[in-house]
């Protein structure tokens, strides 16, 4: 019995199009007194502000002597303890425009 999965007439993978070249805006790279590293990227023509955050924490940051306290410390900012409630921090929400 033949294999049906062996069947080339079924679908036909399309053509791969040759890549482009994108033109990525400029970006300017400093570090703020606290240690804090900040990329920014300006477009004078959108009067919008997006800030996004990323935190060098976690699992793959952590040392082999604390494995475990990064998932802790998540844990407890979204489900607080018997003690403190959960973090005040809203939810991340993909609505636009005016709250």
């Not at 300017?28 to 007194?33: C, D, K, V």
């Not at 793959?60 to 998932?71: I, K, N, Y």
Request: aromatic content about 4%; hydrophobic content about 40%; overall charge positive.
């Amino acid at each position: 019995m033949a294999d049906p999965w062996d069947r080339k007439d079924l679908i036909v993978a399309p053509t791969t199009p040759t890549p482009t070249a994108i033109t990525l805006r400029r970006s300017s790279a400093f570090t703020l007194a606290n240690g804090l590293q900040v990329i920014a990227v300006t477009n004078p023509r959108l009067p919008v502000v997006s800030v996004q955050l990323a935190v060098r924490a976690g699992r793959a940051e952590e040392p082999l002597t604390r494995m475990g306290v990064a998932e802790l410390a998540a844990d407890v900012l979204l489900k607080g303890t018997r003690k403190r409630t959960r973090s005040p921090w809203p939810a991340p929400s993909t609505r636009s425009g005016p709250r």
